[in-house]
T-cell receptor
């Protein structure tokens, strides 16, 4: 158990819908990262937040957005969902901003878009 | 931008045999390098990391990796494979003050009895 929690574990929805994925980092960790893992794209970095502020953006679509709240939990919002958005979404946390620190991964949310 | 290439999407070894998973990186500055393991239906777990200290890095579960700057490589090895090592392995690279960690495509390791 990494100490990072993600809810829900599974999510099934329809195209065009909007969903919110939630992540709670390890106690004391200030950075939260979001990743998408799919069979065709592999593991893709989406976005990072540090202590409530956006710090880095990866391959995140404009239909996707995220935020980190004062209690440091984070939410990833996916809207106008398409079939291709079906994937595993991972959240990871680390104690500092710099990337030489280990990232601790949550168990993931499996999103299925029908 | 930094990148990682993992050679071989699937590697199969017999139990007790040497495990060698290959990773080559590209970075304009000295990199930080990581190996993660993902067991079925789980998140990624750090095996080991290189952060410019010793070039031979020892990790958990008997794995180790050697940073070779001249070859831009960070291959993962284990002298004797165990059935429990069957999983997907990811190499990743990041750079100092760059928050973007890049992962390789992954190598699926199968261990035959």
């Amino acid at each position: 158990d990494s100490g990072v929690t993600q809810t829900p574990k599974h999510l099934i929805t329809a195209t065009g819908q909007r969903v919110t994925l939630r992540c709670s980092p390890r106690s004391g960790d200030l950075s939260v990262y979001w990743y998408q893992q799919s069979l065709d794209q592999g593991l893709q970095f989406l976005i990072q937040y540090y202590n409530g502020e956006e710090r880095a953006k990866g391959n995140i679509l404009e239909r996707f957005s995220a935020q980190q709240f004062p209690d440091l939990h984070s939410e990833l919002n996916l809207s106008s969902l398409e079939l291709g958005d079906s994937a595993l979404y991972f959240c990871a946390s680390s104690p500092r901003q710099a990337n030489y620190n280990e990232q601790f991964f949550g168990p993931g949310t499996r999103l299925t878009v029908l | 931008a930094q990148s990682v290439t993992q050679l071989g999407s699937h590697v199969s070894v017999s139990e007790g045999a040497l495990v060698l998973l290959r990773c080559n990186y590209s970075s304009s500055v000295p990199p930080y390098l990581f190996w993660y393991v993902q067991y079925p239906n789980q998140g990624l777990q750090l095996l080991l990391k290189y952060t410019s200290a010793a070039t031979l890095v020892k990790g958990i579960n008997g794995f180790e990796a050697e940073f070779k700057k001249s070859e831009t490589s960070f291959h993962l090895t284990k002298p004797s494979a165990h059935m429990s090592d069957a999983a997907e392995y990811f190499c990743a690279v990041s750079e100092y003050n760059n928050n973007d960690m890049r992962f390789g495509a992954g190598t699926r390791l199968t261990v035959k009895p």
